[in-house]
Every structure is written in C-alpha cells, then in structure tokens.
C-alpha cells in the first residue's frame, strides 16, 4: 500500500510538471533576420486606456440656405409648402444643391418668377418670387451659384419662397438644411 501512494504521488507530481511547462512561457529566443522591438507591459494597475476617440463629425447638409435673411414664415404642409426667406430687393438667391435647371418661368400662379432645379430622380428645389433670373432651362448649376435675384412678383412683399420636393411631395427644407437629413 505504501508502494501505491508512492506511486500516485509520484504521478501526481509528474503531471503537475507537465501541466506547468506547458502553461509557462519559454524563454524568449533570438529570431534570425529583422526582428520587432520588445516592449514590456508596465505593471499592472498603470495600463493607460486607449486615447478617446473624437465625436464624429456633424453630417455635412446636402442643400444649403438659399438666400441670407430671417425665415418669415416655416413649412406647414398645406398653406406653406416651403419657408418664406426676408430680404431686399435684388438681393442673391443661390442654388441650394448642385443639378440641372427644369424650369424658369411666371406661369404658375403665387409663385411669380420661379426656378426650378432637379438635384436628381429624388430632390427639386423651387425658387420663387425673384426679380431677376439669370439661368436658363438646361443649365447645369452648382450649390452656391447665384441663378437669380430677390423680388416680390406675384408677392405682398420682397421675399424668397423655397421649397424642396422629395418624389414630387413638398417636404420640411429645415431638417434638410441643417444637415439632420440627406
């Protein structure tokens, strides 16, 4: 009996050696060639945690502000289909997004002198209300560029009325213009 328990704890020993050389690591051995440098950890509690990332950035807006000046009145679905933009006579009126001009005309009744603008199968934008217009149907325009003046034809006032049609529906330009939506 005493020969067995020699034996098991012999055993026993044994299988703890192997079981701790296979979870130790081996001593590191020099590699041929170009090797990388060896960095220690710092011991342990004086880990620094991985810098923070920054916010991401606001999404850039797809359409821009029209016209400079104060909004006069918002989008409302059914009696104001766009925003109404305060300004002064001859004042600029920019393209709010690259695409080619649809329209330019008078015809179309409280609107007065309007610009249409077809950003792509999607978006349009209507410029209305302008004294002046300086491009003509078929003309490709880029966001920012000057396509007509303010004024107040078939207007109680001197104003811009902008809208952005989604699929031929006239949608709330703010989300738009602020980025909020593309």
């Keep these: 009996m005493q020969d067995q328990n020699f034996l098991l704890r012999a055993g026993v020993t044994v299988f703890a050696a192997v079981v701790l050389a296979a979870c130790t690591t081996p001593p590191r051995q020099q590699a041929q060639g170009p090797t990388q440098p060896f960095y220690p950890l710092p011991p342990a509690g004086q ?3 991985p810098p923070a990332t920054p916010p991401a950035p606001k999404p850039q807006a797809t359409f821009i502000r029209p016209a400079n000046g104060r909004t006069l009145s918002t989008f409302d ?3 104001n289909k766009g925003l109404d933009i305060a300004g002064n006579l001859g004042d600029p009126i920019v393209a709010s997004a690259d695409g ?3 329209y330019v005309g008078g015809e179309l009744r ?3 002198n309007m610009v249409i603008v077809k950003h792509n199968d999607t978006f349009l934008t209507a410029y209305a209300h302008a ?3 300086l491009v003509k149907e078929k003309d490709v325009v880029r966001q920012g560029q000057k396509i007509a003046e303010m004024g107040n034809s078939d207007a109680e006032r001197v104003k811009l ?3 952005i049609r989604k699929q031929g529906v ?3 330009p703010e989300p738009y213009l602020n980025g909020q939506l593309n």
């Design 131 to 133: 004294q002046t217009i």
């Design 110 to 112: 409280g609107y007065g």
């Design 77 to 79: 679905g059914s009696r």
């Design 47 to 49: 880990l620094t945690p």
């Design 161 to 163: 009325h902008f809208e």
């Design 100 to 102: 080619r001009v649809v």
């Design 170 to 172: 006239p949608v709330d």
